[in-house]
């Protein structure tokens, strides 16, 4: 009896150790998500003439475990276009040299796999082309819906000048850095209004 014991034990054992496993196991969320829109329609409309429709539709799926549903004047992602939309009318209210505000709905996303790049004899730049083309080609690969670059070195461009011989063409160095500044200022200058949106002009 004890053999036998013995034996089941270390064939269980041996068996256990050549089950396949996988870093990243794929699972079924058995949770669905149905949305239906109707542009113009009033709530009480809506929820009488397509969400009770629906529900009593859905009902006769068969290992139905539970059903719930709700009906809203708009969705999440017309309410990010609302907060997008005012963002950018106080944009250009606020102080000179405020970055941003910037819009971010996709902070919650997480990363799968995190890829480190170094390369000897490469300028930053010629990294950057390397690992972009990297993104390029990973963004083809099946399952794969973001690929984001972390720490890439921006361009920046050095200006170095003489005051000596700057005074002598009878610049100082602040007008050299005001004629700078304005090659990047954004002018509003007006408004196209539709009876669907506006849109804001800016040169």
């Given at each position: 009896v004890y053999y036998l014991?013995?034996?089941?034990?270390?064939l269980g054992i041996g068996a256990y150790l050549q089950l396949g496993r996988n870093e990243d196991p794929t699972f079924t969320i058995k949770t669905m998500v149905v949305q239906a829109r109707w542009p113009g329609a009033t709530l009480d409309?809506?929820?009488?003439?397509?969400?009770?429709?629906?529900?009593?539709?859905?009902?006769?799926?068969?290992?139905?475990?539970?059903?719930?549903?709700?009906?809203?004047?708009k969705t999440v992602a017309d309410t990010w276009y609302q907060v997008r939309k005012k963002i950018?009318?106080?944009?250009?209210?606020?102080?000179?040299?405020?970055?941003?505000?910037?819009?971010?709905?996709?902070?919650?996303?997480?990363?799968?796999?995190?890829?480190?790049?170094?390369?000897?004899?490469?300028?930053?730049?010629?990294l950057r082309d390397y690992v972009e083309n990297v993104r390029s080609r990973l963004l083809q690969v099946p399952d794969v819906a973001k690929v984001n670059l972390i720490g890439a070195q921006p361009e920046r461009i050095y200006i170095e000048f003489s005051p000596q011989k700057l005074a002598g063409y009878g610049l100082t160095a602040e007008a050299l850095t005001t004629a700078l500044q304005a090659q990047n200022v954004v002018v509003p200058s007006g408004e196209i209004v539709t009876d669907q949106e506006g849109i804001k002009l800016q040169v």
């Open positions: 014991m013995l034996a089941v034990l270390v409309d809506t929820l009488h003439q397509v969400t009770e429709r629906l529900e009593r539709k859905l009902q006769e799926t068969p290992h139905l475990d539970y059903l719930k549903g709700s009906t809203a004047p950018e009318d106080i944009r250009l209210t606020l102080p000179q040299g405020v970055i941003g505000p910037v819009a971010d709905d996709e902070f919650g996303d997480t990363y799968g796999i995190i890829y480190g790049f170094t390369a000897d004899g490469y300028t930053n730049r010629e």
